[in-house]
């Protein structure tokens, strides 16, 4: 079973820049793919951003697109969500998934970290 930890949240200013990392545990992150989501107050849990397994292939939403970049070291069993540009309809508690395709909401889930914008 694998076990992910998300990392990096905060408080930020509206225009700031934060890294979230999700650094795994108990297998190998190499095989799955790794999706960000995010649950405002209130909201559904969204997809954010996902990136194949590779690293080959990366998707993101409309409403990050341009802003945030995914990333991961399979070597150190570790991806990453760089946000920049941040705006205050981007505060939510972010959660990432490691899973078996892109936008997939199966497999493993971390806790969620907290990002809150401020205006």
């Known amino acids: 079973q694998m076990q992910l930890v998300e990392s990096g949240g905060g408080l930020v200013q509206a225009g700031g820049s934060l890294r979230l990392s999700c650094a795994a545990s108990?297998?190998?992150?190499?095989?799955?793919?790794i999706n960000w989501f995010r649950q405002a107050p209130g909201k559904e849990r969204e997809f954010v951003a996902g990136?194949?397994?590779?690293?080959?292939?990366?998707v993101y939403a409309d409403s990050v697109t341009g802003r945030f970049t995914i990333s991961r070291d399979n070597a150190k069993k570790v991806a990453y969500l760089q946000m920049n540009s941040l705006k205050p309809e981007d505060t939510a508690v972010y959660y990432c998934?490691?899973?078996?395709?892109?936008?997939?909401?199966?497999?493993?889930w971390g806790q969620g970290t907290q990002v809150t914008v401020s205006s």
């Open positions: 990136i194949s397994w590779s690293g080959s292939t990366k």
């Open positions: 108990g297998r190998t992150l190499s095989t799955y793919a």
């Open positions: 998934n490691a899973g078996p395709a892109l936008r997939a909401t199966g497999g493993s």
